[in-house]
């Protein structure tokens, strides 16, 4: 069954351009160990809330632009083998391909397709 691992992150909006290089490189990483398909979308309409919300959630600041992304697997099996290979591919080191925003705010899971229309 489809498997969907999501994520939701505060991103300096300077760095639109440097997080979509950074997405791209990483999306290719992804596909080669199994993901299907990898999604970023930047923050257009993406109002704060009382209560909760996606910018309370990653503790967005005013210079930052929340990101909402999520990478499709085949099944959760090829998710959990492939995100071990990518966790430990050199090309998504921090060294080498550093993080353009707070990762520590980031929240993330993932998720058992039920429905896709």
């Not at 999501?6 to 290719?28: D, L």
């Not at 199994?34 to 503790?59: N, R």
């Amino acid at each position: 069954m489809t498997y969907v691992d999501g994520f939701v992150a505060a991103v300096p909006t300077k760095n639109k351009e440097v997080y979509r290089a950074h997405a791209k490189k990483a999306a290719a990483v992804f596909k080669e160990h199994g993901a299907l398909k990898l999604v970023e979308c930047w923050g257009d309409d993406v109002p704060e809330g009382k209560i909760t919300s996606f910018p309370m959630a990653v503790k967005c600041q005013q210079d930052e632009t929340v990101v909402f992304s999520w990478i499709i697997w085949p099944s959760r099996e090829v998710r959990d083998q492939g995100m071990e290979k990518v966790m430990s591919d050199p090309r998504l080191q921090p060294d080498v391909n550093p993080m353009p925003f707070d990762g520590k705010r980031m929240i993330y899971g993932g998720f058992e397709m039920i429905v896709d229309e």
